[in-house]
């Protein structure tokens, strides 16, 4: 049976997120949060996976305690146990802390056969994690799957999406993936499976639970970069639509406002 | 039968005169989208003179010069009607309301909000949510104004739990014709004060008065809701699983209902499958979209459990549930994407909107699609299914625009006969305009429609108003 790893991540509904203009901080406060859609794609990469040569599938999160709905949103569309690394000492970690400290948790279950993760977040949209974490894991690694193609005798065979074509390439187990969406839509979860998610048992490791955990390697200490300042880019002045209700009286606004601004 | 008068020099400068040169265009000017809506099949009419109104003042003036000179007017919102409503069949004025598009007044103790007719279903709709409030009708085009929607009385998905544009509007401001302005209705629950020209007015197309200004009743926003999608093998079992949400006491905000080709035809448009085609090997014949609102979670939750022990007994395939916000974005943005996939992959396109009594929704379905297959043309359709109400298209890529009249018109007579026989009615919220008058006749019968006409007299004894829509005849043949 495949053992299969799924790393996920909440993040504030981007779209909803602004910037407090005096601190350049993000405003996350009462903004709603959602599972990053491009892990929900690489949940259902390995549903398919499940499906197809059976597995159990355990999810893993790091992230304040309210990070536990994506764990059961998860839970609901096929995950079989989820683990929740939660606590102050994790917080403020950039990927390096984050990547360590996700293998350091993973390790208490076992060995791994594949993990799959989203290939960016869209909060933080580094991208770097799949890499960090297949070196940390050991594993092989293959980007922007795009079908999986056959998994046996101890190797995993894929297509990968290039912008050039497609690409069969086979790896080795371990092996951990980054999927294309096409093949890979999440899918929405039965009556049964969402109502028994609500009340499934989450494995939840805080800085004192994971074994051999160097807490000078996660959160801030562990980080490698620091962010000292966010500030949006700088928008050029927006355009200025014309729509008087006729062409002649739209030119006529035109050559108005080139007039007041000096232009001709 | 009425005679109009061309816009002559003096009468197109006394109308400039009332809106300024800017809101004013004629001739060759006038913008091409004010001669069709979103129904082109219909074809194009062209105004003598467009005027984008601003102000009541300036509407009872407009209205003033072309009732004194018979010069037809066709009022005008977001243009997004499918029947030729807002269509100048007779030339003359279009009046256009999108620059009336203020929000004027919350009353928070009386929960309702006094608007201007250009005002979008859409920013009426987020506008009321910021306030902690709703507005329950929630048809389909968002971009529709708000007067269109009372115009047409547009109903929408969530009619099922809470009404028609109808129920939601309280008091109008109306120019008449002539150009007299006048309040129809008050802030009140209710009335019993006579006939009530409120609502009259309402779903009149323009062709009893302007509307300019109007109140509209609101609602506290409910505080949760979470959706399920219930995939059935086949559109008859689909069809009869709605009475029995409703008479389990479910009170759902919206049932929808989709077949198994528009689905296909929505993920192919966007791209993207977020209603399934399959669910545990077998193929999904037709789904419902179904969407509960409620104080918290638990409550919501008993409701899915209870949804799922009657699906179940009624043989669906599976319960999903649409729950996150990601999924009911995207569920809904499928949803509301039905129509513009349609036309999408679609050259030629005709529509109606019949609302039958929900039992009869399979006998009505089945004998479209046999007249489609009579006729070789593509039948699509989808609708509210927990109020009757189905949108079908008649769609070809392949014919020539006269043959597809032709062909179309043999499907749409026979449909609207089989829908006077299933006890349905014409239009359940797309109206009548000047595409339907001619079924609007044959389902109400000479007395009915000839008293419409009397009444449409009394309002507007020159009939400028919007000539040749709902029951005037006098422009047919």
């Known amino acids: 049976m495949l053992k299969i790893l799924v790393c996920v991540k909440q993040i504030p509904d981007v779209d909803l997120v602004k910037m407090d203009p005096e601190t350049g901080n993000l405003v996350r406060a009462g903004v709603p949060t959602l599972t990053n859609p491009l892990d929900l794609n690489a949940l259902e990469a390995a549903v398919q996976v499940k499906e197809r040569y059976g597995g159990e599938i355990t999810l893993i999160t790091m992230g304040p305690p309210m990070a536990e709905s994506t764990l059961r949103e998860c839970l609901a569309v096929g995950g079989d146990e989820a683990i929740l690394i939660t606590g102050r000492p994790f917080g403020g970690a950039d990927t390096l802390s984050t990547s360590y400290t996700i293998v350091k948790a993973a390790d208490m279950k076992g060995k791994f056969d594949l993990i799959f993760c989203g290939k960016e977040t869209l909060d933080g949209a580094t991208g770097q994690m799949a890499s960090q974490l297949a070196e940390r894991f050991d594993a092989s690694q293959i980007s922007f799957c795009y079908s999986i193609d056959d998994i046996s005798d101890g190797k995993i065979r894929a297509t990968r999406a290039l912008e050039t074509g497609k690409e069969i390439v086979e790896a080795t187990l371990p092996c951990l993936l980054t999927v294309e969406k096409d093949n890979f839509y999440g899918r929405l979860p039965n009556l049964k499976a969402y109502l028994d998610s609500k009340t499934r048992e989450i494995t939840t490791y805080t800085e004192n639970d994971i074994d051999g955990l160097d807490l000078n390697l996660i959160g801030v200490p562990g980080s490698g970069t620091i962010v000292p300042k966010i500030y949006p880019p700088e928008l050029p002045e927006p355009g200025q639509i014309i729509h008087t209700g006729s062409p002649r009286s739209d030119a006529g606004r035109l050559i108005e406002i080139l007039a007041e601004k000096g232009s001709i | ?477």
Request: with cysteine.
């Open chain 2, 1 to 477: 039968m009425a005679t109009y008068n061309k816009i002559t020099p003096e009468i197109a400068a006394q109308l400039k005169a009332v809106v300024g040169e800017r809101r004013f265009s004629c001739g060759a000017d006038v913008d091409p989208n004010y001669s069709h809506d979103e129904m082109p099949i219909y074809g194009n009419h062209f105004p003598e003179v467009a005027v984008d109104v601003e102000t009541t003042e300036e509407v009872s003036r407009i209205m003033k010069i072309c009732n004194d000179n018979r010069i037809p007017v066709t009022c005008r919102g977001a243009g997004t009607g499918l029947v030729g409503g807002c269509v100048p069949l007779a030339g003359g004025v279009v009046l256009c309301t999108r620059r009336m598009n203020r929000i004027l007044h919350y009353d928070m103790d009386n929960l309702v909000v006094r608007i201007q007719p250009g005002v979008l279903l859409k920013d009426l709709a987020a506008d009321a949510l910021a306030h902690g409030l709703m507005y329950p009708p929630d048809p389909g085009e968002k971009t529709a104004t708000v007067g269109g929607n009372i115009s047409t009385n547009a109903g929408g998905m969530r009619a099922v739990k809470y009404g028609v544009t109808r129920d939601y509007v309280l008091a109008l401001t109306v120019v008449l014709a002539d150009g007299r302005i006048i309040e129809l209705g008050k802030t009140v629950c209710k009335t019993s004060s006579g006939y009530s020209l409120l609502h009259l007015m309402i779903g009149s197309e323009g062709t009893l008065g302007i509307i300019t200004e109007m109140t509209m009743k609101l609602i506290p926003n409910p505080i949760c809701d979470v959706s399920c999608l219930v995939p059935f093998p086949d559109v008859d079992s689909c069809i009869s699983f709605v009475p029995k949400i409703k008479l389990a006491n479910l009170d759902p905000q919206s049932i929808e209902f989709m077949d198994a080709d528009i689905v296909v035809s929505s993920s192919a448009f966007t791209g993207i499958p977020t209603f399934p085609e399959r669910v545990k090997d077998a193929d999904v014949g037709a789904s419902l979209l179904v969407t509960f609102v409620g104080a918290d979670e638990d409550e919501l939750d008993q409701k899915l459990i209870k949804l799922g022990k009657i699906a179940e007994e009624a043989g669906a395939l599976d319960v999903l549930v649409v729950a996150t916000s990601s999924n009911k974005k995207a569920a809904w943005a499928a949803r509301s994407s039905f129509l513009t996939a349609i036309e999408a992959d679609t050259r030629l396109l005709d529509e109606m909107d019949v609302v039958v009594p929900v039992d009869k929704i399979p006998a009505f379905l089945l004998y479209i699609r046999s007249l489609g297959q009579e006729e070789g043309i593509v039948i699509r359709n989808f609708g509210h299914a927990g109020d009757g109400n189905l949108h079908i298209y008649c769609c070809s890529n392949d014919l020539e625009l006269d043959e597809f009249k032709r062909r179309t018109k043999i499907i749409m007579d026979k449909a609207y006969a089989k829908c006077a026989e299933l006890e349905g009615q014409v239009s359940g919220e797309h109206a009548i305009g000047h595409a339907k008058m001619g079924y609007l006749h044959e389902s109400v019968g000479d007395d009915v429609f000839a008293l419409m006409d009397d009444i449409k007299r009394v309002f507007d004894p020159n009939y400028i108003l919007n000539p040749g829509k709902v029951c005037d005849a006098s422009l047919v043949g």
